[in-house]
């Protein structure tokens, strides 16, 4: 140990707990035999005090080896201890009958008696204790606790006490063995809530760790799905120019090559976490790369005053609107609208070419915007409409302390401030 309190210091919280809770077992089968021989030390007559001494000893031995199985058991780290249990049984009935045999029947001395009965109640009390720890139900452990109140009262009977005395005594032995038993019960429940926290705080570090992949994967998809489709788009360009001896196919793979960086820009920013979709960036851009590819694409509605989250969340559905434009269909003609209406900031993409198979409503885009949409409480339907168009309607509501809303204007956007 390289300093003091450092074997403590490495055991995990649970571990610590559990520490705790073995030798508080080990203790209180100390403690019983302390409290046992109070009576007997001093007061008793060397011959009685030595028998009583030894059986206050025998049963907390008892009471500490099946504490600890019991509590291995109950924490999934070895069988049930039957046979600990069934033997500390049988010893804790044979001294509670010893101890009353003496009582009834030992030397005719008050101390002797006094002590005697100590050590029965004792023994009955901690016993019953320690086995419900290897009792598994509630009204098992109810039934063990009746069963040795009920088995004390009748012996005392049936050794000739009186029905009120045998009565005092098997409410007595109810009392403390419940007491007993309670006591172990839930410093085992606490053992146990102890555990299942520290695993749910490590499963809810584990999620967390997850939605961060989920999270980091969609992003990443946004980021490079309109990107790679561009470059794919401007470097088929480029070697249909360069076979006919172009000179224009230069200037294509220079375009291919500024793509590029861009990409590497944002997708170093996607895992730092710095990057916000700008939603007049974004429009600006989708119009001038589906322009490019001979789409016609129209953009209408206000671009500025929206909050920034409603400007993010919209910014990435632009750009994988445009993608997916692209990417899936056959598209003459894309128009897009913004507009806001009653609270809610609706967004439309319509497109006049219909996915093909596998397009959009079934790959990963939609439904990695649908979880972003839904973080601020937007909602997207997608999907064909009319004869050979396609859909894509998003509405997000405005936060209520963002001001005043902007007007539902539709001012088009000039395809000379896009930029591709």
Known sequence: ??????????????????????????????????????PVIGKVEPRPAVLLLLMAAVHSVGCAVTASQ??????????????????????????????????????????????AAAVFAIVTAFGTGVIALGVRGRQRVLLTVAGFALGAGTLSLLLGQPAVVALVIALVVLAGGGF??????????????????????????????????LRFGRDLHDVMGRNLAVIALKSELA??????????????????????????????????????????GELAGAQGVLTAAGIEC????????????????????????????????????????????????????????????????????????????????GTLRAGPVGDGSFLLTVEVPLPSHSGATPPAVHLPLPVSEATP
């Open 1 to 38: 140990m390289s300093r003091p309190g450092g074997w403590w210091g490495r055991k995990s919280t649970p571990a610590k707990v559990e520490t705790y809770t073995r030798w508080s077992f080990h203790l209180i089968a100390l403690v019983e035999f302390t409290v046992a021989s109070g």
């Open 70 to 115: 019991a509590l291995d058991w109950l924490r999934g780290q070895r069988a049930r201890p039957v046979r600990t249990l069934w033997a500390f049984g049988v010893v804790t009935v044979v001294i509670a009958v010893v101890a009353l045999l003496m009582v009834e029947h030992g030397p005719d001395d008050k101390d002797v008696d006094g002590a």
């Open 180 to 213: 007993s038993a309670f006591t172990s019960l839930f410093s085992v429940w606490l053992l146990t809530a102890v555990y299942e926290l520290d695993e749910a705080r490590e499963t809810r570090a584990r999620l967390a760790v997850a939605e961060e992949r």
């Open 239 to 280: 070697v249909q120019l360069a076979q006919r001896e172009r000179p224009e196919a230069v200037t294509q793979m220079i375009e291919v090559q500024r793509l590029a960086h861009e990409a590497q820009r944002e997708v170093r920013e996607v895992v730092r976490g710095y990057r916000e979709a700008d939603l007049a």
């Open 298 to 377: 129209t953009v209408t509605g206000p671009v500025t005053g929206l909050p920034a989250p409603v400007q993010s969340a919209l910014g990435w559905v632009v750009r994988e609107a445009a993608t997916n434009v692209l990417r899936h269909g056959d598209a003459r003609r894309c128009d897009v609208g913004l507009m806001v209406e009653g609270g809610l900031v609706v967004l439309t993409v319509e497109n006049d070419g219909v996915p093909r198979t596998g397009g959009p409503g079934r790959g990963s885009g939609l439904v990695g915007l649908r979880e972003r949409l839904a973080e601020i409480g």
